[in-house]
């Protein structure tokens, strides 16, 4: 099969490339797209290094050949913060030190947003289960596990608080 252009909405972009059949996504983000946040790291779906959401949900990107999702919409750690502001779930990961090394954190975040976004109130199970295909070699899992349950708390704190807010008007 010959190589063809492939189209992508990434991060809230319009996104080109020429992909040969055998490019995954993840290639097209880190080299085409210069998108270095996913990590290669087993390159054979086994840890998680590499997630990103794919029209909201959280993929493997070394799995996926990139000319099997033209039209899709894709979201990388670079598309979570708005300017400098951190989203929730980032600033949890800062406060409650869930990051040493860092390069298992762009997926645990890319997971656990994901979680977030689809269950504001998740129990510590559903957390394990949702970052249960990231691997970390250095934290022990605890401190993240800690962080995503505080970031749900926010959310939900933040959500009460601007629900008041609209009631009050
Ligand atoms: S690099 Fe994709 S799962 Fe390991
Ligand atoms: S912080 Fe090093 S692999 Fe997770």
């Known amino acids: 099969m010959p ?3 492939v189209t992508l909405r990434v ?7 020429i992909a040969k059949p055998s490019t995954t996504l993840l290639s097209a983000l880190r080299e085409s797209f210069g998108l270095m946040g996913a990590k290669r790291g087993c390159a054979q779906g086994g840890c998680g290094a590499c997630t990103v959401l794919l029209d909201g949900r959280p993929v493997v990107s070394c799995l996926i050949p990139v000319v099997t999702v033209e ?4 979201r990388t750690v670079e598309g ?7 989203t929730d779930v980032q600033e949890a990961f800062v406060d409650h030190f869930a990051t040493q090394c860092g390069f ?3 997926g645990m975040i890319m997971s656990a947003t994901a ?18 295909g990231n691997v970390c070699r250095c934290t022990g899992y605890e401190p993240i596990v800690t962080a995503v349950l505080a970031a749900a708390e926010r959310r939900r704190a933040a959500e009460g608080a601007t629900e008041l807010t609209e009631a009050e008007v």
């Open 80 to 86: 979570l913060a708005d300017g400098d502001r951190l």
């Open 104 to 106: 298992c954190t762009p």
């Open 115 to 132: 979680l977030l976004d689809r269950n504001p109130n998740p129990a510590r199970e559903d957390v394990t289960e949702a970052i249960c």
């Open 11 to 17: 991060n809230d972009a319009e996104r080109e490339l």
């Open 71 to 74: 039209g899709s919409t894709v």
């Open 3 to 5: 190589s063809r252009i």
